[in-house]
């Protein structure tokens, strides 16, 4: 992904709404791809993984879906509550596994 | 627990005085990493190890060394710091196939 500069990708909603957050990812043959919270303060923490041989994996409260075609990813979260918020980055591992490259990240306000 | 941790999680230092920073893992990960983190540059893969005694560079290695003597530890070492170093740093580390565990932080500051 690409720097968008100071001002991240920005995604407001109400508490309780679903949130879909965006990802476009750059390299087609990357096979392994991660969604990260970072909270102010704190280093990014995993939130869930998908394989390049699926396209949508769940966990609690949140989904991933995995567009190959495009090369895009999205995090959905449902039930989004104040917690929620914080900037989320997508990352993509390439084959081999050894470098993983982060998308510029989109900060997720909940309003209560 | 199971974690990363570095330190500092603050530094400030002058330019071209060498600086070290820890990291230590307690999972026995064979992946470990370091990233910076700047306001409108996201993070960048400073370094990378996929084992004791193999690292390879990232995206951004200029100015900085590694080493990974051991599969717990694998510091970041500025041998002659400058302001552009001045950032945020992770370390983190993973098992094979699976996504990072991320320390703290070190915020560095260089003058």
């Known amino acids: 992904g690409e720097s968008v500069g100071l001002h991240l990708p920005t995604l407001s909603v109400q508490e309780g709404d679903n949130s879909i957050i965006n990802c476009a990812y750059s390299?087609?043959?990357?096979?392994?791809f991660i969604w990260y919270k970072q909270e102010s303060g704190k280093g990014p923490q995993f939130i869930i993984d998908i394989r390049s041989n699926m396209d949508k994996r769940q966990g609690q409260r949140v989904t991933v879906l995995l567009n190959k075609t495009v090369k895009h990813l999205s995090l959905q979260i449902a039930a989004t509550q104040p917690g929620d918020s914080a900037v989320y980055f997508c990352?993509?591992?390439?084959?081999?596994?050894?470098?993983?490259?982060f998308g510029a990240g989109t900060r997720l306000f909940v309003k209560a | 627990e199971a974690q990363v941790t570095q330190n500092p999680r603050y530094l400030i230092t002058v330019t071209g005085k060498k600086l070290t920073v820890t990291c230590s893992q307690n999972m026995n990960h064979e992946y470990m990493s370091w990233y910076r983190q700047d306001p409108g540059l996201g993070l960048r893969q400073i370094y990378y190890?996929?084992?004791?005694?193999?690292?390879d560079k990232g995206d951004v290695p200029e100015g900085y060394k590694v080493s990974r003597k051991e599969k717990r530890n694998f510091p970041l070492i500025l041998e002659s710091p400058s302001p552009n170093q001045t950032s945020l740093y992770f370390c983190?580390?993973?098992?094979?196939?699976?996504?990072?565990?991320f320390g703290s932080g070190t915020r560095l500051t260089v003058v």
């Open positions: 190890s996929m084992n004791v005694e193999v690292t």
């Open positions: 390299n087609s043959a990357s096979d392994y």
């Open positions: 983190a580390s993973r098992p094979a196939g699976s996504g990072y565990t």
């Open positions: 990352a993509e591992n390439g084959l081999g596994g050894f470098k993983t490259i």
